[in-house]
C-alpha cells in the first residue's frame, strides 16, 4: 500500500526554496510541499504545534509507529515490514530521552517499537519513559539482541530483528 506524503522543505531563501521545489516538480513529483522557514518551523509542523496546530495530522487509517532506535537502516527494514504486511505508517525515529519525550507529546503515537540497546540510552530506560508518559501506549521491543529477560517481561510484545514479517500480525492483535 502506497501513501503519497507531503514533503516538508525547510529553507530560509524564498530564491533557493522556490529551485528546490522546481526540481521537485520537474522530476514529476506529485505530492504536495510545504515551505518552511527553518528547523524549528519544521518541527512546529510535524508536531502540529503552534502555528500549524489545527493542521491535518494526516489519515486516520495511518498507523503512526513511534520507533526508538539509533540505526535508520533497522527503522527502514521494520517499516518496509509493514507496508510489507499491508498497513499503512508512518514512522517517527527517535533515539534519545530528550527526543523520546518530545515524540509523545506532540506524535500521536499508536504504537512504540524500541530497540533494547541504544547507545547512551536503553530500551528499559525508553520502555520506563513510555509508561510514565503514556500509560496505555503499546510497547514492542524489537532487538537482535536477547539478554536479560526481566526487562522484556514489561513490554507488551517482542520480535527479533530476524523476524520483523511478525510485526504486521503482531501490532493488529495489540492494537485490536
Known amino acids: ?83 510489507d504486511g499491508g498497513l499503512a505508517v508512518e514512522c517517527l525515529r527517535v533515539f534519545t530521552e530528550v527526543a523520546l519525550r518530545e515524540a509523545l507529546a506532540g506524535f500521536a503515537a499508536s504504537v512504540v517499537l524500541s530497540d533494547l540497546n541504544i547507545p547512551g540510552f536503553s530500551g528499559q530506560r525508553a520502555l520506563e519513559v513510555v509508561r510514565e508518559a503514556a500509560p496505555g501506549l503499546p510497547f514492542v521491543f524489537v532487538t537482535g539482541w536477547l539478554g536479560e529477560t526481566s526487562t522484556l517481561e514489561s513490554a507488551d510484545a517482542l520480535v527479533q530483528k530476524d523476524q520483523l514479517e511478525r510485526l504486521p500480525a503482531l501490532l493488529g492483535r495489540l492494537l485490536a
Open 1 to 83: 500500500m502506497t501513501t503519497i506524503r507531503s514533503i516538508l522543505l525547510a529553507e530560509d531563501s524564498p530564491a533557493d526554496a522556490e529551485m528546490a521545489i522546481d526540481v521537485l516538480r520537474g522530476a514529476n513529483l506529485t505530492n504536495p510541499i510545504v515551505h518552511v522557514q527553518d528547523g524549528a518551523e519544521a518541527l512546529d509542523y510535524l508536531f502540529a504545534r503552534d502555528k500549524y496546530a489545527g493542521r491535518d495530522g494526516g489519515d486516520p487509517a495511518t498507523l503512526r509507529v513511534l520507533v526508538i532506535d539509533d540505526s535508520a537502516d533497522d527503522v527502514e527494514l521494520m517499516r518496509f515490514a509493514l507496508e
